[in-house]
Antibody, heavy 122, light 108 residues
Framework: QVQLVESGGGLVKPGGSLRLSCAAS????????MSWIRQTPVKGLEWVSY????????YYADSVKGRFTISRDNAKNSLYLQMNSLRAEDTAVYYC???????????????WGQGTLVTVSS | SYELTQPPSVSVSPGQTARITCSGD??????TYWYQQKSGQAPVLVIY???KRPSGIPERFSGSSSGTMATLTISGAQVEDEADYYC???????????FGGGTKLTVL
């Protein structure tokens, strides 16, 4: 069955960096778009970024553009999110999700990992 | 920016029908998806493309959409259906993907 396991979350000071990882199994990773979605009690669920199956198409929410970088290693069945210049408002649970794409357009997240908590605080 | 609006809470007794709504200007053109999130767990897809139910989701879950409103219906709600429910869709351009604010369903 599809499994997505995030890691790399933790406590970081404002302005700091963190790299999240997502290990995928149970499906052919290189066939699917993947995404990072975050959740906070205040702002709810927010789609942060997605990447196409071979990495040629990438999207970032305006709130993270220029600070976050999504990448993937299909040989390792892994998805990454490099987060720089972190702010308090980036505090959230970050989910890795497999996205269904139709005609090269990502539609919806079908499978989600359990999430990893990122806390940005001094 | 595009928004999807859900009621903050819905409450029903076990066995009753629960209806959770989601409103958005682009819903006549775009599909709605519904996710169930139990406390401390990741969201789970329960309805996709307005009305379709993924395998493994009980038949008591159904979806509908009319005009600018989509509805998730749980017929004969059970205590185990207590959760937060989120709708998801895109704006009319398809470029902006948004989630509703979530509805807390209480079954007691």
């Amino acid at each position: 069955q599809v499994q997505l396991v995030e890691s790399g979350g933790g406590l970081v000071k404002p302005g700091g960096s963190l790299r999240l990882s997502c290990a995928a199994s149970g499906f052919t990773f290189s066939d699917y778009y993947m995404s990072w979605i975050r959740q906070t009690p205040v702002k709810g669920l927010e789609w942060v970024s997605y990447i196409s199956s071979i990495g040629g198409t990438i999207y970032y929410a305006d709130s993270v553009k220029g600070r976050f970088t999504i990448s993937r290693d299909n040989a390792k069945n892994s998805l990454y999110l490099q987060m720089n210049s972190l702010r308090a408002e980036d505090t959230a649970v970050y989910y890795c999700a497999r996205v269904r794409a139709v005609s090269g357009i990502p539609t919806y997240p079908k499978y989600w990992g359990q999430g990893t908590l990122v806390t940005v605080s001094s | 920016s595009y928004e999807l609006t859900q009621p903050p809470s819905v409450s029903v007794s076990p066995g009753q029908t629960a209806r959770i709504t989601c409103s958005g200007d682009a819903l006549p053109k775009q599909y709605t998806y519904w996710y169930q999130q139990k406390s401390g767990q990741a969201p789970v897809l329960v309805i996709y493309e307005d009305i379709k139910r993924p395998s493994g989701i009980p038949e008591r879950f159904s979806g509908s959409s009319s005009g600018t409103m989509a509805t998730l219906t749980i017929s004969g709600a059970q205590v185990e259906d207590e959760a937060d429910y989120y709708c998801y869709s895109t704006d009319s351009s398809g470029n902006h993907r948004v989630f509703g604010g979530g509805t807390k369903l209480t079954v007691l």
